[in-house]
Structures are given as structure tokens and as C-alpha cells.
């Protein structure tokens, strides 16, 4: 390499290749080799071989290696002045001898670009390898790393940079050639360059230029070709992996489950600052919230506490621990249920006491025990922190809550005597621990998404109002009617999903309202002793839609403070009892007996119910006559006979029936003038047998309302659904008169 670094700096003088030095003539054109002359000799032998040797040495070793003679070097030759550098139009892309279509792609012209803007040796060629800046001659470059006269061995190729100067003797291709492989060593093996050392490596020279074949050019193309395709590949792989790791997280946070991290916890927002006031009342309220909880900048809970802390004006002072607590737990239930949007919020958030906030009710001593947020617009979950005090009264029915009831409910069970949670959409089970709330009275939970079985200890309560109703319960009904015979006065469990027979215990039910409707799983008969006859208290009976079978017993209709009665789609079956109407039913209001199969005729005692204002025994198989004494039915609203097998007449006695708003006869073998009844100035719809050329009977206000026994397409109404809803209402309880509840609806 000595010989190579005493040339750059000028101490030794060589001749250069003429052609890459020498304006094109023609002897020059004649002395350059041409690729079909260029003898083989790799650039990757005469490299190693001139690394070990010094300039006359290497030439005449190289031109061993092929058998070429090698050129002499004259001490003339040796010692004269070097050439002048080329001109720069030499180098131009336009006059130069390398065409576009000798090159495989831009290097070789990258060269060219190199040489116009540095100052070579003359006699030099600038080939890929040491980078010099632009303008900086490689003479100075070399002369900057090593002294006059040193030599170096092997390591010198370590020093390369992108572009290097070297001086090759005339004729001696081959040097040329391999420098440019070893120059191009030192650049990152990129695809790009691997695919230019392949096409240089065993290229002829022409001109001072390195020309590969063409079969070389086409396959550069081709691994070109793959190298980008290979690229294009690798970065839709890349994409394809991001949108699914995206998706992932995005799933993640939606589905703790997925990839089986359910046990991963989160991380957790870093919280804001803090004051040590906020501290302070952060240990204070550990005692009813987890650490985790108050801790969590997107918890109720930590949003309560720092409103406490740094927000409220009132100012608690922190060791005031029960005023702490009690102010603290309402705010946990303002932001867990959307305070912000509630119907009413008054006073919320305010310097004011909280026993003048709106909903809240406190004793003398300014503790709060009722809360009564009903019809508010509630949503989210009841906060376990509500169930942290002494209160008698949690109401707040017809909401939006959801969210499962937290057992901390059962901590409260010296006190709390009303769980009103009705109309919400709570999901879980019943908590068995309710059975510890040892003076709770009335528990409400109808209307909500609750599934499981009616715990048995509710059996220990000395309830008064147990409302299960219109949620997915199963199982059969648990309900010791000995045990709560003395307390309970209301038992709703109807349109669930309970199984099994009514148990005969129930006959021991001394309360005022049994609704067991809606359960299609169960079967069996009405227990005989259902009704204690005269002296029994029942007001409100339903065990529609049950499967029930056999008759329906005497007792029934001797109820004197019978209400309402709903037996209708079971498959009842036998004559109507004789008694209706004997015992005298004064507060009877609704009767339905829709949908089963009932036979005989209707007792004509059925008159004697004078307060009944709605009647439905439509789709069974009765007999017989409509009875005169319907005439004296005065309060009558509904009264449906529709598709029996009843005959004769309308009587006109029907003509008293003044608050009459809904009468069908339509399925019958009626015959006559109905005409009379348009008379009534509250009929609304009159269903009969009054269409076609073949109608049974004259009705001229009928209008669309006219049939006859060939429609299959009828309707008929269920009486039961307004049963269902003026008797089961919350007002329906004992709190007002039944009989203001459903008077503009019956």
C-alpha cells in the first residue's frame, strides 16, 4: 500500500492510465483495452495481491496471474512530471464514452458527477471508496493520516471513506477494477450496493470505466427487481402487523379479556396534584372507599373527595369525621349517577348543608335517612358508599341505574326498613344477606334484569310488600307463607320465569294483594282455600297465564273485599260458579276470564255486582243467553263476550249501561236490532256480527267495527293488561283509593 500513498502525495511518480487521463485521441483509443481484450483478472486477487506488494512487484505478480505480460516502467516514466488533468467537458454525461446503456444504473455517473467537483492527482482515478469533501484532493487527504515515507500493511483499508484517489499503472485493468471493489467494501451493505458489487466485480474496464456485460445488467435488474419487491413486502407486513397491534389495544380497552390478560390490572391515570387537605380526608374516607378508589382521578369517588377537599366552601373541618363521611358519600352518589343531568339537582354541590339538597331527608339532628331520587333520571351505579350510613329509606325508583345492588347494603340492616329500586335496569341476584336486614318492611325490585332464584332467607324478614315482579327470576316460589302470614300484605312475582305448582301454603296468605301471573313455567290447579271466603282480606288476585287447569273454586267469588280478579289464559275449564254475585262484592272492579275453556251459561247473579266496571270472559265456550240483569251493571266500562257460542238477542235492558265505552259481541249466533245501543253517548267501539249480506245482526254504528264468523283476521282485547297495570301500580298499594288509580282508563 506504500506505493499507492507515496503516489497520492507526490513522492512517487507513476504513469497514470491513459485512459482515464488523456483526451481522446487516436492512439489512445487504440492503446485502451476494449471489454472484448480486457484480460480477466479479478479485482478481488489484484487487491489482496497489491496489499502485500509494492508497485513494480504488483504489476508484474498481477500480469503472473493471467499470463500478461507486464508493462515496463522507465526511470523516465517514474520520475516525470505527472499529466495534466483531463478537461471537465471530459467528464461531462453528454461527451462522455460510457453510454447510458453500458451501465446498470446511476453509479457509474455518480463517479462522474464526483470528478467534476474534486481535484484529482493527475494520473489518478476517483473511484467509490473514501469520501472526501467537496473540493479537498485526495493528495491532501492522505498526506493528513500518514507521514512521508510510512508504510502501512493490510489495516490501510480500514481507513477507506466513500470516494478515494488511487494510481494505477497503465494497462493494469485489473487494479483499476479491484479498487473500485474494494472501495465500494467500505459502504453499508445495503441491498443496492450488494447488487452494484455484484455487477463491478468481474466487469471489464473501458475508458476508465467499469462496464458490466449485458447478461450482468439484466440480472442487476432482476435482483434489483427483487430487492424491491422483497421491500414492497416487507413494509405491507409492517402495515398489516400496526392496524392488527392497533386493533388489539383498541380491543383491549373494550374487552379486558382479550389475549388473556383478565387479570391485568390497568394502569391508572396519574393523578393531578394534591392538597394535604385532600390527603388528610383521603384516610379519613378509606374507612367506607378502597384505597384503589379514591386513588383513581376517573373515580366518583376521587372526584367527590377533591371537590370536598380543595372545591366546597363550606370547609368541614377534616377531624368532624361523621360530617365528612355523610357529605362525602352524597357527592359519591351525585357523580356516579350523572348528577350533572339529573332532572332535578338543587342545591347539589353548594355551600349549603346537605339535608337541604334536593331528595335528602334528615332527622333533628341533621343525619340523613331517606333519600328519595325517584323519576330523576339517574344513571350509572348506586355507589356502595350510600349503604355507609344509618338510613331508613332508599328510593329511587323508575331510573336508570344498572350495575348490580353492592352487599354493602347489608351493613345498614339496624335501619333500613324501604329498598325501592323498582323500574331501574340492575342486573345480578337477589343478595341472600338481605335476609339480615332484620327490620326491613318493604323491598321492591321489580322491573330490572335480576335473574337466579328468590333467596329463602327473605323468609326471615317480617316483610310487608315483596315486589319481584317483571325480572328473569327462576326456580319455584320459596315463599313461606306460614312464617310471613302475620306481616305480609303484598306478594307480586308475576312475569318471571318460575317453575313448579303454586304451594299450598298459600292458602295461609292473609294479605291484600297475590299476583303470581306471566309464568308460563308453572301448572297445577288454584288451590281450594286459596280465599277464605268472607273472611278473607285478598283485594287483588292474578294467576293469569300459569298453565292452570281444573275449576275455579266457590271460595273465589265470596272474597267481599275482592277488587280484582285475573284468571284468564290458563285452561280452566267447568261452569262459572253459581255464587257470582251472591256474596256481595261492593268494591269489585274487574273480572277477567278470558282465554280458557269455560262452559255453561253466564249466572244471571252476575248483576248483583253493581260496582264492576269491566267483565271479559271473550274466546271460551259458553252457552246460553246474555242475561237480562246486565242491565243493572250501571258502572260497566268494558264488557267483552266475544266468540262464544251465546244465542238470542242483545237485551235492551243493555241501554242503562250509560258509561259504557267497549262492548263486544262478535263470534256468536246473536240475532236482532243492536241499533238502540248507538244511542250511548260513551260508546266508543261496538263489535258484532253486522258484515256482509249475511250479517246476524243491524248495527248502523258499528261502522269498521262490523264482522262476521268467516274474519280470521279478529282481535280481541285482554282485559288482564289493564288489570295488570291499574293493580299493580305503586299507587295500587294501599297509598290512595283503587278506585281513582284506572277510573279514566276503565
Known amino acids: 500500500m506504500e506505493w499507492l500513498r507515496n503516489a497520492g502525495a507526490g513522492k512517487k511518480k507513476s504513469t497514470a492510465l491513459k485512459c482515464a487521463t488523456i483526451p481522446e485521441t487516436a492512439a489512445s483509443v487504440a492503446e485502451c ?73 446511476e453509479e457509474s455517473r455518480r463517479h462522474e458527477r464526483f470528478a467534476l467537483h474534486h481535484e484529482t492527482t493527475p494520473g489518478a482515478v476517483a473511484v467509490p471508496g473514501t469520501g472526501l469533501d467537496e473540493g479537498e484532493s485526495p493528495r491532501s487527504n492522505r498526506s493528513s493520516h500518514s507521514s512521508e515515507g510510512e508504510v502501512e500493511g493490510g489495516d490501510d483499508e480500514s481507513e477507506l471513506s466513500p470516494f ?40 471489464p474496464l473501458v475508458d476508465g470505466c467499469v462496464v458490466p456485460k449485458r447478461e450482468e445488467c439484466n440480472r442487476c435488474k432482476i435482483l434489483h427487481q427483487r430487492h424491491v419487491a422483497l421491500t414492497i413486502l416487507v413494509f405491507v407486513a409492517s402495515a398489516i402487523a400496526g392496524i392488527v397491534a392497533t386493533v388489539l389495544v383498541v380491543t383491549r380497552k373494550d374487552h ?125 351505579t348506586i355507589p356502595k358508599e350510600l349503604f355507609a350510613h344509618e338510613l331508613g329509606i332508599i328510593d329511587l325508583h323508575s331510573n336508570r341505574i344498572g350495575g348490580t345492588i353492592s352487599d354493602y347494603v ?5 335501619t333500613l326498613t324501604e329498598m325501592i329500586l323498582h323500574s331501574n335496569s340492575l342486573t345480578g341476584t337477589i343478595l341472600p344477606c338481605l335476609g339480615m336486614l332484620k327490620n326491613l318492611e318493604y323491598l321492591n325490585l321489580r322491573e330490572n334484569l335480576l335473574k337466579g332464584p328468590i333467596p329463602e332467607s327473605l323468609n326471615k324478614l317480617a316483610l310487608v310488600k315483596l315486589d319481584l315482579a317483571s325480572n328473569d327470576l327462576t326456580g319455584q ?50 288451590p281450594d282455600g286459596i280465599a277464605k271466603g268472607e273472611a278473607s282480606r285478598l283485594e287483588v288476585l292474578g294467576l293469569w297465564n300459569m298453565g292452570l287447569t281444573g275449576t275455579i273454586p266457590k271460595s273465589v267469588f265470596q272474597m267481599k273485599n275482592l277488587v280484582a280478579l285475573a284468571l284468564s289464559k290458563n285452561e280452566l275449564s267447568g261452569h262459572l260458579p253459581q255464587e257470582i254475585g251472591r256474596t256481595p262484592l261492593i268494591n269489585i272492579r274487574g273480572i277477567t276470564l278470558e282465554r280458557n275453556n269455560l262452559s255453561g251459561t253466564i249466572p244471571s247473579s252476575v248483576g248483583n255486582l253493581s260496582s264492576l266496571e269491566a267483565l271479559s270472559m271473550h274466546s271460551n265456550k259458553l252457552t246460553g243467553t246474555i242475561p237480562r240483569s246486565i242491565g243493572k251493571l250501571t258502572a260497566m266500562k268494558w264488557l267483552d263476550f266475544g266468540n262464544n257460542k251465546l244465542v238470542g238477542e242483545m237485551p235492551h235492558s243493555a241501554r242503562n249501561l250509560t258509561n259504557l265505552a267497549f262492548l263486544s259481541v262478535k263470534k256468536n249466533d246473536l240475532e236482532g236490532d243492536l241499533n238502540f245501543l248507538c244511542d250511548l253517548s260513551k260508546l266508543m267501539i261496538l263489535f258484532a256480527d253486522c258484515k256482509g249480506n249475511d250479517a246476524e245482526v243491524d248495527c248502523k254504528c258499528c261502522g269498521l267495527f262490523c264482522e262476521n264468523d268467516a274474519d280470521e283476521n279478529s282481535n280481541y282485547f285482554d282485559l288482564v293488561m289493564l288489570i295488570k297495570t291499574c293493580y299493580t301500580s305503586e299507587d295500587a298499594y294501599g297509598n290512595v283509593d283503587i278506585g281513582s288509580v284506572c277510573g279514566s282508563i276503565i
Not at 310471613?484 to 305448582?501: A, P, V, Y
Open 33 to 105: 483495452p476494449t471489454p472484448g481484450n480486457v484480460p480477466d483478472i479479478t479485482g478481488r486477487t489484484l487487491v489482496e495481491s497489491l496489499a502485500q506488494k509494492g508497485g513494480g512487484e504488483a504489476l508484474a505478480e498481477s500480469a503472473k496471474l493471467k499470463n500478461v505480460p507486464a508493462p515496463a516502467v522507465s526511470e523516465v516514466e517514474a520520475t516525470a512530471p505527472a499529466p495534466s488533468p483531463p478537461p471537465r467537458e471530459r467528464w461531462n454525461g453528454q461527451t462522455s464514452r460510457i453510454s447510458s446503456g453500458n451501465v446498470c444504473n
Open 164 to 203: 478515494s484517489a488511487r494510481v494505477v499503472q497503465e494497462g493494469d485493468n485489473s487494479a483499476l477494477r479491484g479498487n473500485t471493489l474494494r472501495s465500494t467494501a467500505g459502504l453499508e451493505s445495503s441491498g443496492a450496493d450488494l447488487i452494484l458489487n455484484m455487477a463491478l466485480r468481474d466487469a
Open 256 to 380: 379486558p379479556s382479550v389475549g388473556g390478560l383478565d387479570d391485568a390490572p390497568e394502569e391508572a391515570p396519574t393523578p393531578p396534584p394534591t392538597s394535604p387537605r385532600f390527603q388528610a380526608m383521603k384516610r379519613v374516607v378509606a374507612d367506607i372507599s378502597s384505597w384503589e378508589d379514591v386513588s383513581n382521578p376517573a373515580s366518583p369517588q376521587f372526584q367527590a373527595l377533591m371537590w370536598l377537599a380543595d372545591v366546597d366552601t363550606k370547609r368541614i373541618p377534616v377531624d368532624d369525621i361523621s360530617a365528612v363521611l355523610q357529605r362525602y358519600s352524597v357527592v359519591v352518589l351525585y357523580f356516579s349517577t350523572g348528577g350533572d343531568n339529573w332532572k332535578n339537582n338543587t342545591n347539589y354541590l353548594t355551600e349549603r348543608h346537605e339535608c337541604i339538597w334536593y331528595g335528602l331527608y334528615c332527622n333533628s339532628s341533621f343525619h340523613v335517612k331517606q333519600i328519595r331520587l325517584n323519576i330523576n333520571n339517574l344513571t350509572g
Open 410 to 414: 347489608c351493613n345498614i340492616s339496624r
Open 477 to 526: 316460589i320459596t315463599v313461606d307463607f306460614d312464617r310471613m302470614s302475620g306481616s305480609l300484605e303484598l306478594l307480586n312475582l308475576f312475569d318471571n320465569m318460575l317453575s313448579g305448582s303454586i304451594p299450598p301454603s298459600v292458602k295461609l296468605f292473609n294479605g291484600t294483594n297475590l299476583l303470581l301471573g306471566d309464568n308460563i313455567g308453572m301448572s297445577g290447579i288454584i
